[in-house]
């Protein structure tokens, strides 16, 4: 990436006296096949971006940075039409379609009817699954489980580029805090690190060892960046974040995937204090291109640039235009923008030729990567060969048993076995298909997923199943209700099936509250009037207000949006087939009136008060909460050394047993404070968690391997680390060990 970045300088260098004509700085000479470097296998690729930028006239590097949408709703009548208003100069297209072959025809335009050839890259939102439907990325980072989570987004690469897909608008990496915002279902949770932790697989999952591999698909980090700090949970609004925690909070986790070689990033629709994300030349370029050397391209949000207007910021669609690809905008999503003015600003010399010959080598550079000058079209294969394969389900499976976090389980009602005769599955999520897929499921079909009501019948053969709806799940119709206490005497335990549609999470799906909607209450208030046991199974893209449900429970399983496999997984869960090992990874507040509580805030002024005087301060279920049908007993925590200098390393360890006759699987969470620090830091901070199996009655020892100048700094407001000497502590459940940190 750095090698590039210092190329690219020379490139515009040597292209920068090129005068801005209809034919470029094409010689005779350079027509020659034998000097056709940039359609050359053979030579680099630094070379061959060179030599085609030379060769580009202005209007056919403006059109390399603009993105248009085709393919929905296409038919056998408007598919010549609208092929007809694709310019076969365009640089990318969202390409909202699964079939390779119009793909290809597309791509076939390009590179017969453009002057010099230049491939398409095409790209889509495969944010959890192309038509494997893999469990929303919420979901994803309670498994704690990266590697498989990066085998997920490996195989969801490999359907995506069957169907002729480049290139995913994915992960979505925001730090979010506030679970009214619908997009807490894209991302990784609360934390920093974790969020890092999974941008790094996810971005190692699509994109594998080599971008040009048949198998990978580009990746997109978004949204550049603190779009999850949103007031109020509110979509498209302005953020408020200082410098400070704009370094340690909300560039962590898009740092990681920058480093591990992320090929793109997206900027935000947020306002940064007052600069909105889209027009932000400090994170764009001086921090993502210019401290972090990042060498790949920043594409907007959907028309996130004319919305610069909405913004105040841009008195028109000329201005927005300037303020984005200054700021460091390369491609623009959309409204076509930059197709309409960057001619005309560069004619005015409001943006140099150097900018444009930048952003427009970074986007070459890409489509050479994923090799696509070379290789432009896909191999068209049947669709029983694409989708749906074996190996897809069976870790789409495995990641949702991972995934589904026990919340509650009062005198051990679960798990259920074969011991119960009989069995009411009631509610309106119970015998649901598409809601299971969640938000953001791209090709996901509701007949592939398994309800959970037939989950069950088919998990608990000796048992009798009832069903009844009970309710819809919202409005104020309970005429349901009957049925449901009627099945629900019937049965020896209760399970009812809540949640949210699938629509209530992801974009533009912010709400007031994260309470279940009056209707779904009433029904479980009924219910557990009969006195009979409750297990209460959720779906859903958000955390959830349960304050009212959680009493009226024995049992609480938050299965999340499982995708694909539906039910099979909590139904398992419910018979013991499979033993929870789920976490947390964001909290569940008592009630919405604690909305923002996470578990890394800093420290207060008064430790013991200032908290709302009606409800408790403490959360219902906070970060890392999850049960397990094992029970994990910890030793002590050992460390190799308390005292240490700068630059040593240390080693600390847990024994965790498993004292039970169930195997099962347990995730330690190693968590750093600095009690005394020149800045006011985190209460604590998560720094490393692992994730082992440990067999009934069986030892496994979990190690931190501790280096302070990654563990115990802290980065200021200009994103410098910095490592203090004094007191540190490391700690493990209620278990800390104190470390000094020498000069």
């Known amino acids: 990436m750095k090698k590039y970045i210092k190329y690219r300088k020379a490139i515009i260098a040597v292209i920068g006296f090129c005068l801005l004509t209809e034919f470029g700085c094409v010689s005779s000479e350079e027509k020659s096949s034998d000097l056709v470097v940039y359609k050359n296998q053979e030579a680099p690729i630094d070379d061959r971006v060179k030599d085609l930028l030379g060769r580009m006239t202005l209007e056919e590097k403006v059109y390399q940075l603009n993105q248009v949408a085709f393919g929905k709703h296409m038919t056998a009548n408007n598919i010549g039409g609208e092929m007809d208003k694709v310019s076969p100069l365009?640089?990318?297209?969202?390409?909202?379609?699964?079939?390779?072959?119009?793909?290809?025809?597309?791509?076939?335009?390009?590179?017969?009817?453009?002057?010099?050839?230049?491939?398409?890259?095409?790209?889509?939102?495969?944010?959890?699954?192309?038509?494997?439907?893999?469990p929303i990325s919420l979901a994803q980072a309670c498994s704690w489980n990266a590697e498989l989570v990066e085998q997920a987004c490996a195989m969801a690469a490999k359907e995506s580029k069957v169907s002729g897909i480049d290139w995913t608008f994915s992960p979505m990496v925001d730090v979010a805090r506030d679970p009214r915002w619908g997009r807490v279902a894209e991302g990784y949770g609360e934390?920093?690190?974790?969020?890092?932790?999974?941008?790094?697989?996810?971005?190692?999952?699509?994109?594998?060892?080599?971008?040009?591999?048949?198998?990978?698909?580009?990746?997109?980090?978004?949204?550049?960046?603190?779009y999850g700090a949103s007031e109020g949970g509110q979509d498209y609004i302005y953020t408020e974040i200082s410098n400070q925690t704009l370094w340690d909070t909300y560039l962590p986790s898009f740092e990681a995937g920058v480093n591990a070689g992320a090929a793109t990033v997206m900027s935000g629709f947020n306002d940064i204090s007052g600069v909105p994300a889209s027009a932000n030349h400090y994170t764009l370029t001086e921090i993502l291109k210019e401290k972090w050397e990042m060498d790949g391209f920043v594409v907007s949000d959907w028309n996130s640039v004319k919305q610069l207007i909405n913004q105040g910021v841009a008195s028109s669609d000329k201005e927005a235009t300037l303020k984005a690809i200054n700021a460091g905008v390369d491609m623009d999503m959309a409204d076509r923008l930059y197709l309409d003015h960057i001619s005309d600003l560069v004619k005015e010399n409001k943006v140099s030729l150097n900018r444009v010959d930048d952003a427009v080598s970074r986007v070459l550079n890409l489509k050479f990567q994923l090799g696509l000058f070379d290789k432009p079209y896909v191999t068209v294969t049947p669709e029983y060969n694409r989708y749906l394969l074996p190996e897809y389900i069976s870790t789409a499976e495995k990641l949702a048993e991972e995934t589904m976090v026990l919340l509650k389980n009062s005198d051990n009602i679960l798990p259920l076995n074969n011991k119960v005769s009989s069995l009411a599955v009631i509610g309106p999520m119970a015998n649901n298909q598409e809601d299971l897929l969640g938000s953001w499921s791209a090709y996901g079909d509701a007949k592939d997923v398994e309800s959970i009501y037939k989950a069950i019948e088919s998990e608990f053969v000796q048992s009798k199943i009832f069903y009844a709806r009970g309710c819809d799940f919202d409005g104020n119709d309970s005429a349901g209700y009957t049925e449901a206490i009627n099945v629900a005497r019937k049965a020896e335990v209760v399970v009812v099936c809540l949640g949210e549609k699938k629509s209530w999470s992801g974009e533009n799906a912010s709400r007031s509250t994260i309470s279940l909607p009056k209707i779904q209450e009433d029904l479980l208030l009924k219910l557990s009037e009969l006195g009979k046991p409750i297990v209460l199974l959720l779906s859903n893209g958000r955390p959830l207000d349960l304050s009212r449900l959680a009493p009226l429970s024995d049992g609480i399983i938050e299965l999340w949006q499982p995708g694909v496999v539906g039910g099979k997984p909590v139904a398992g869960i419910l018979s013991g087939r499979i033993n929870p090992s789920g976490k947390l990874a964001m909290t569940f507040p008592f009630s919405t009136g604690q909305v923002p509580i996470y578990y890394n805030m800093r420290k207060k002024a008064r430790p013991t008060s200032g908290m709302y005087q009606d409800i408790t301060k403490e959360p219902l279920y906070g970060f890392t909460h999850g049960l397990s049908y094992s029970n994990f007993k910890y030793g002590d925590l050992k460390s190799s050394k308390t005292n240490l200098r700068k630059d040593e390393n240390l080693i600390i360890e847990i024994p965790v047993t498993n004292a039970s006759d169930v195997d099962g699987a347990e995730v330690v969470h190693?968590?750093?404070?600095?009690?005394?620090?020149?800045?006011?830091?985190?209460?604590?901070?998560?720094?490393?968690?692992?994730?082992?199996?440990?067999?009934?009655?069986?030892?496994?020892?979990?190690?931190?391997?501790?280096?302070?100048?990654?563990?115990?700094?802290?980065?200021?407001?200009?994103?410098?680390?910095?490592?203090?000497?004094?007191?540190?502590?490391?700690?493990?459940?209620?278990?800390?060990?104190?470390?000094?940190?020498?000069?």
Request: include cysteine.
């Open 191 to 226: 934390d920093p690190y974790t969020n890092a932790v999974f941008s790094k697989a996810s971005v190692k999952g699509y994109q594998g060892n080599d971008l040009a591999d048949e198998n990978s698909i580009a990746a997109c980090l978004k949204h550049y960046v603190g």
């Open 670 to 743: 190693w968590f750093i404070s600095d009690p005394v620090c020149s800045i006011s830091r985190p209460i604590k901070e998560l720094k490393f968690f692992e994730k082992k199996s440990i067999k009934a009655g069986t030892t496994e020892v979990f190690e931190f391997h501790l280096n302070p100048i990654r563990d115990l700094s802290f980065v200021d407001s200009s994103g410098n680390k910095i490592l203090e000497s004094g007191e540190y502590h490391v700690s493990v459940g209620n278990q800390k060990i104190v470390i000094n940190l020498l000069d």
């Open 90 to 134: 365009i640089g990318s297209i969202i390409y909202v379609n699964q079939d390779p072959n119009l793909r290809n025809d597309l791509q076939k335009k390009a590179m017969e009817q453009s002057r010099l050839g230049i491939p398409i890259i095409f790209a889509n939102d495969i944010i959890h699954g192309f038509k494997t439907i893999y």
